[in-house]
C-alpha cells in the first residue's frame, strides 16, 4: 500500500505524483475497514460522495496494486471510496475509533473517551501522513516519499478515469445549480453514512 500525493515543486508548477509506503498498523487497519465495503453505484456517488470534492473536507490516497482507495475525513469519521479500474465503485462509512474525536459528542456504544490515546488514531493518521508530506519536505523525507514512477503514475490515474468521468456528468447535469446539488448530496450522506461502522482494530 502506498500514498499518492501531488507535489508543485518545481519550476514549471506542473503537478508530480510521489508515493510513500503506508505504515503497517494504519495499512492494517485500512485492510479491516475493507472488509466492509459495500457497491456504490454511479448514481449514488454522483448524489453523494462526488459533492466532497467541493468542500473543504481533508483527504488521502492509497493505491494498492491497481486498486486506489480515497479516504476522507468525514461524518462520522471516515469515508473510504474504493476505485478499480474497470471503473467498479465501493464504499464504506467508518465511526472514528477515538469516541470524542474533533469534539464530537460520543454516544454510549463508542465507549468511555479516557479509554482512548488520541494520539493512536489510524484514521487520522491515513489522512493526515500524506498531507503533511504533502507540504513539508522534511515529512515527505521522514515517510520515504520518492517520486512516483510511470507505472505507478498510470495504475493511479486509470483508477481514477471513472470518477473523472462522472465528474463531467456533473458539470453537465447540475452546472446552474451547484450548490443546491451540494446541499442535497450532503443530507444523503447524512442519511447512507449514519453512526458509521464501529471497527475492533486493537487500539
Known sequence: MQYVI???DNSDDTPELHCGPVPNGDADYLRLALKNLTPLSDEHYVNGP????????NHSYVLDGSQLYWCIEWEPG???????????????????PVPDFGGREPLPEDGDPDDYDDGDNPQYNLIFTPLDAQYDADERESGSFVPATEDFQNRFHVALAHVKSLGET????H?????????????????????????KSGI
Not at 474504493?82 to 464504506?92: N, Q, R, T
Open 6 to 8: 501531488v507535489l508543485h
Open 50 to 57: 462526488a459533492a466532497i470534492l467541493r468542500t473543504m473536507a
Open 78 to 96: 471516515l469515508l473510504i471510496i474504493s476505485m478499480a479500474p474497470d471503473g467498479e465503485l465501493k464504499w464504506v462509512a467508518l465511526r472514528s
Open 170 to 173: 456533473i458539470e453537465q447535469r
Open 175 to 199: 452546472a446552474n445549480d451547484l450548490e443546491a446539488w451540494i446541499g442535497i448530496c450532503q443530507k444523503n450522506l447524512r442519511d447512507w453514512c449514519g453512526e458509521g461502522i464501529r471497527l
